[in-house]
């Protein structure tokens, strides 16, 4: 499964969205306020869901708030952040 659907799906179950596919939720929709909908215990659940389900971790707001933005900025941060934890796993 591509990142971008494992994050919506996870997205949907873990924080218990109602009523929303995977399908239906848009890659540049806002995640928080008009788009999805989701608050900031929402964003403190999402944190600890990518930790869980990605091992990745989003350490402040700065670093928190443009990677939360939306599906596509999500997967950006999470891509970015698993290739990085891959080359450090791989340096001696």
Same mark, same amino acid.
Request: proline letters at 3%; zero cysteines.
């Given at each position: 499964?591509?990142? !971008?659907?494992? *994050? !919506?799906?996870?997205?949907?179950?873990?924080?218990?969205?109602? #009523?929303? %596919?995977?399908?239906?939720? #848009?890659? #540049? /929709?806002?995640?928080? $306020?008009? $788009?999805? $909908?989701?608050?900031?215990?929402?964003?403190?659940?999402?944190?600890?869901? *990518?930790?869980?389900?990605? $091992?990745?971790?989003? !350490? %402040?707001?700065?670093?928190?708030?443009? /990677?939360?933005?939306?599906? +596509? %900025?999500?997967?950006?941060?999470?891509? /970015? !952040?698993?290739? +990085? +934890?891959?080359?450090?796993? /791989?340096?001696?």
């Amino acid at each position: 499964m591509e990142l !971008k659907q494992k *994050l !919506k799906q996870m997205i949907i179950e873990e924080l218990q969205i109602e #009523d929303v %596919t995977v399908d239906e939720i #848009d890659d #540049d /929709a806002p995640l928080f $306020g008009e $788009g999805l $909908g989701l608050d900031s215990l929402d964003a403190v659940e999402l944190v600890v869901q *990518l930790q869980i389900h990605f $091992g990745v971790e989003i !350490k %402040t707001l700065e670093e928190g708030r443009p /990677a939360m933005q939306s599906i +596509n %900025t999500l997967t950006r941060f999470v891509s /970015a !952040k698993l290739s +990085n +934890n891959k080359r450090q796993k /791989a340096l001696p």
